[in-house]
């Protein structure tokens, strides 16, 4: 096993964002692997009263590295704009640290994380991310993921009622910045519409992708993007920050927020892993 990238490079980046936007980068556990040890980490920043919850991960799959680069980026453009934004973020940078260095989907052992959530026995990774969303309530998610064998954008979406889908817009601005759509009638086994997925009916509860185990734990409102690998870095990560400013329009506009108790926020209550929000 021969790393190609240097984890430890990439949390440096993210602490030096962090500083720059005045969070708070966090370590929430650490694993012992032949590779090394390592520590994950979630970054924590609030704007204002922080009305709206959002969870932002990327790095699941380590040879997606559009992904924490985009995110990276992302998080300078919430520091740019914190003073329009009445938002709490939970942000996890790299949920693989050996995947990422390896430039493999899977982690050191070979096991794809994003099937990991909610299982018996589950990967170390996987267990540090649950313990560190334990107890903690979302409005809106987006977990940022590359699709290894396309040449152009989708989008896996779902939402509860009563909560306005945004897929549709993240698609047309990719257009008209000129980036290329998924456009299959069926994407990852799933049928699909104009680059998108819309899933249809209940969502089983194990071996579950990290957006559906928060969807299961309350979230009403999911984005997962997928940038196409078969594009350069530079394309790949344009597209996401396309799909980001999307989001974040939405967010200046308090588009995610909801009428909730007083005193819920990102930081650990007691109701455990089942709440509802």
């Known amino acids: 096993m021969e790393k190609q990238r240097s984890y430890l490079e990439l949390i440096e980046r993210y602490r030096r964002v962090a500083l720059d936007i005045g969070a708070n980068l966090n370590p929430i556990g650490e694993l012992a ?9 979630s970054l924590h920043v609030k704007c204002g009263d922080g009305l709206q919850r959002i969870c932002l991960s990327t790095g699941m799959h380590g040879d997606e590295p559009a992904g924490p680069e985009s995110l990276l980026r992302g998080l300078l453009e919430v520091g740019r704009r914190a003073d329009r934004l009445n938002a709490e973020f939970l942000v996890f940078p790299c949920d693989n640290p050996s995947g990422y260095e390896l430039n493999t989907r899977e982690n050191w052992q070979g096991l ?31 977990d940022i993921h590359e699709y290894i064998d396309t040449e152009g954008m989708y989008l896996y979406e779902r939402t509860r009622k009563g ?22 009638d069926w994407i990852e086994g799933r ?19 990290k957006a559906v185990y928060l969807w299961h734990n309350g979230s009403p409102h999911l984005i997962t993007t997928e940038s196409p690998g078969k594009r350069d870095m530079d394309t790949r990560v344009s597209m996401q920050l396309v799909c980001f400013e999307v989001f974040l329009k939405h967010l200046e506009a308090g588009d995610f927020a909801r009428a909730l108790p007083s005193g819920l926020s990102l930081e650990p209550d007691q109701t455990g892993p089942g709440s509802s929000l």
């Not at 049928?191 to 992708?209: M, T, V, Y």
């Open 33 to 41: 692997t032949p590779l090394g040890d390592y520590t994950l980490y």
């Open 112 to 142: 794809d994380l994003n099937r990991e959530f909610s299982k018996d026995g589950q990967a170390a990774e996987i267990a540090i991310v649950e313990s560190a969303c334990r107890g903690r309530h979302f409005d809106f998610t987006i």
């Open 191 to 209: 049928p699909a519409s104009d680059g998108i997925i819309w899933p249809a009916g209940r969502l089983r509860k194990f071996e579950l992708p």
């Open 163 to 184: 909560h306005h889908p945004i897929g549709e817009e993240m698609i047309q601005a990719l257009r008209d910045n000129g980036h290329a759509i998924h456009e299959a």
